[in-house]
Each structure stands twice: as structure tokens, then as C-alpha cells.
């Protein structure tokens, strides 16, 4: 007789991410940190892959260190390492590599791998990549500094390291580029905001200048579709409501473009 008996069911990302400690699902990993709900729209993607030998790699990892404070490796993230943590137990068949500007050495160990590199500065990132054996990634995730210049140096350098068909994220995009008067570690005047970047590709298939895309005319035609999402929080903490309004100030000319916070960007075919 077959076995009736009903499998286990595994646990979601959202509740794996929620376990470890990250942002990017739907607890708060602090009091006064929201949970971003970037998990929704990730496991609407990763599912399909979940039992593949798939690559990943992280730009961000969230340890602490000398080169960027990092207050969210608290709690149950003591160490840091949430999100890789996350990844490696979703994607039991996945190798997955991280890279951060503090060192992360103590996470490495099974399928992880850890580098250091500034996310900002192109020859640091390749001199990197060149060490990972995986020519192409089937998943690229930029969680780093969230400056608009840095977002925009990794997706030129990595973007091509995309395997075709595949998708990259880039999260916590903000009203932070030029024109936009903010100020504070995340902020970059000398660029647009990735945002109003991407928003401008939807539109024209190229990119705006100033911006820190390297070879930024190779780059455009190998995108296929850019989509920018909005993920609902659910809850959000006290007090966050006025902190959203301050980080997402509608940047001119594109009032519309309020709480696009995680860009979806898929590589052609070919
Ligand atoms: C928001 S945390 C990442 C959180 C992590 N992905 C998670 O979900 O648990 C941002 C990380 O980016 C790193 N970072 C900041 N500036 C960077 C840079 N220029 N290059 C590389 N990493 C950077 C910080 O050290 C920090 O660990």
C-alpha cells in the first residue's frame, strides 16, 4: 500500500527570515525597526528554485564591524548573517556568497562563503567576484549601503555575472539622489536616485545621467523588464509612519513614484 502519510510541509521564507532575524520579512527585528515584507514578493520568485543547485550571491549581510555600524546584528542576529542564514535553509541545494564591507569570515563554513569588498568602488567588487569559482549567479540580492552610487557601481559591475533569464533586487530604494535633499550615510548627490534610474528605464529603455552605471549603454539592452514594488509591512511599529514619509520625500519630478521599495530587474534571454 502507498504510504498515506501527509508530508511535512516546509517552512515559508517568510518564516524562516522572520526566525533569523532579518528585515526582509514580516517581523520586526527590532523595536523600532520595521519588518520590510520583501519576502512576499521574493518567494513568489524563488519557489520555482528552492530544491535547485542554484548560486546566490548578497551584496550586505548585516554583521557588524568597523566600516559600517550595523544596529540590526542584535537578538536573535547577535552575529549578524540573518539574511544568508535564511537562504542557506530555504535553499537546501543552493552555494551562497555574501559580500560586505565589515568582515564576515565567521559565517563561512558549508554552502556559504563570505568576501570583503566596498560596494562603491568597482575594482573591489571585481577583484571578488574573480575568486568566486560561479561564472554567473541565478540570484543577485544588493542589500548594502543603500547609497545610490554604490547601488548603481554593483548592479553595473554584476549584472553581467546574471545568468540570462534571471532576476536582481536591489532593496530599501530611497529618494536619496541628486535633487533630492537628503542627507546622512545613505544619501549620494552626485547621482539620481536609483529609483528615478530604474523609473527612467521603464520609460525610455536608457538610462539617465549622472549616474555611477559603468558601461551603462551595454547594460541597458541585456535588462528585460524592471518592476518596482511597494511590499506592505504589516504592523508597522510606532513612530514609523513619520520616519517613511521622511526617507521616501517625493523626489522631483516624479511625485508618483512614493514607497517603491524594492526594484526587480530580470536579464534577457539572451
Ligand atoms: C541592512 S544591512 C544587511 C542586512 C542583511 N542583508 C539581512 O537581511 O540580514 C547592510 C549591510 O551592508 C553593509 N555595507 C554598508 N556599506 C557597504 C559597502 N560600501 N560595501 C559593502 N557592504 C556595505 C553593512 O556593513 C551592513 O552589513
Given at each position: 500500500?502507498?504510504?498515506?502519510?501527509?508530508?511535512?510541509?516546509?517552512?515559508?521564507?517568510?518564516?524562516?527570515?522572520?526566525?533569523?532575524?532579518?528585515?526582509?520579512?514580516?517581523?520586526?527585528?527590532?523595536?523600532?525597526?520595521?519588518?520590510?515584507?520583501?519576502?512576499?514578493?521574493?518567494?513568489?520568485?524563488?519557489?520555482?528554485?528552492?530544491?535547485?543547485?542554484?548560486?546566490?550571491?548578497?551584496?550586505?549581510?548585516?554583521?557588524?564591524?568597523?566600516?559600517?555600524?550595523?544596529?540590526?546584528?542584535?537578538?536573535?542576529?547577535?552575529?549578524?548573517?540573518?539574511?544568508?542564514?535564511?537562504?542557506?535553509?530555504?535553499?537546501?541545494?543552493?552555494?551562497?556568497?555574501?559580500?560586505?564591507?565589515?568582515?564576515?569570515?565567521?559565517?563561512?563554513?558549508?554552502?556559504?562563503?563570505?568576501?570583503?569588498?566596498?560596494?562603491?568602488?568597482?575594482?573591489?567588487?571585481?577583484?571578488?567576484?574573480?575568486?568566486?569559482?560561479?561564472?554567473?549567479?541565478?540570484?543577485?540580492?544588493?542589500?548594502?549601503?543603500?547609497?545610490?552610487?554604490?547601488?548603481?557601481?554593483?548592479?553595473?559591475?554584476?549584472?553581467?555575472?546574471?545568468?540570462?533569464?534571471?532576476?536582481?533586487?536591489?532593496?530599501?530604494?530611497?529618494a536619496?539622489?541628486?535633487?533630492?535633499?537628503?542627507?546622512?550615510?545613505?544619501?549620494?548627490?552626485?547621482?539620481?536616485?536609483?529609483?528615478?534610474?530604474?523609473?527612467?528605464?521603464?520609460?525610455?529603455?536608457?538610462?539617465?545621467?549622472?549616474?555611477?552605471?559603468?558601461?551603462?549603454?551595454?547594460?541597458?539592452?541585456?535588462?528585460?523588464?524592471?518592476?518596482?514594488?511597494?511590499?506592505?509591512?504589516?504592523?508597522?511599529?510606532?513612530?514609523?509612519?513619520?520616519?517613511?514619509?521622511?526617507?521616501f520625500?517625493d523626489?522631483?519630478?516624479?511625485r508618483a513614484s512614493r514607497g517603491e521599495?524594492?526594484?526587480?530587474?530580470?536579464?534577457?534571454?539572451?
Amino acid at each position: 500500500m502507498p504510504d498515506q502519510t501527509p508530508a511535512t510541509p516546509r517552512p515559508s521564507l517568510t518564516e524562516i527570515a522572520n526566525r533569523y532575524g532579518t528585515d526582509k520579512g514580516t517581523v520586526s527585528p527590532l523595536p523600532g525597526w520595521p519588518a520590510h515584507n520583501y519576502t512576499a514578493v521574493y518567494e513568489a520568485h524563488f519557489e520555482p528554485l528552492r530544491d535547485r543547485p542554484i548560486s546566490i550571491l548578497e551584496i550586505g549581510l548585516g554583521v557588524p564591524g568597523d566600516h559600517w555600524e550595523v544596529r540590526m546584528a542584535k537578538g536573535r542576529n547577535e552575529r549578524g548573517g540573518a539574511s544568508l542564514r535564511t537562504w542557506e535553509e530555504y535553499f537546501p541545494s543552493a552555494r551562497i556568497y555574501g559580500i560586505d564591507i565589515n568582515p564576515a569570515s565567521h559565517l563561512d563554513g558549508g554552502r556559504i562563503a563570505t568576501f570583503q569588498a566596498n560596494q562603491g568602488d568597482a575594482a573591489s567588487l571585481r577583484a571578488v567576484l574573480d575568486r568566486i569559482p560561479e561564472t554567473h549567479f541565478d540570484i543577485i540580492i544588493d542589500d548594502g549601503s543603500h547609497r545610490p552610487d554604490h547601488q548603481q557601481t554593483t548592479l553595473g559591475v554584476c549584472f553581467p555575472r546574471l545568468r540570462p533569464g534571471a532576476h536582481y533586487f536591489i532593496e530599501d530604494l530611497l529618494a536619496n539622489g541628486k535633487g533630492d535633499r537628503a542627507t546622512g550615510r545613505m544619501a549620494c548627490d552626485a547621482v539620481l536616485s536609483t529609483r528615478r534610474l530604474l523609473r527612467g528605464w521603464i520609460e525610455t529603455g536608457e538610462f539617465e545621467t549622472p549616474h555611477a552605471i559603468e558601461n551603462a549603454e551595454e547594460l541597458a539592452p541585456m535588462i528585460a523588464e524592471v518592476a518596482l514594488c511597494v511590499p506592505k509591512a504589516r504592523r508597522p511599529p510606532r513612530g514609523w509612519r513619520a520616519r517613511i514619509r521622511r526617507m521616501f520625500r517625493d523626489s522631483p519630478p516624479q511625485r508618483a513614484s512614493r514607497g517603491e521599495q524594492l526594484a526587480v530587474i530580470r536579464k534577457r534571454e539572451t
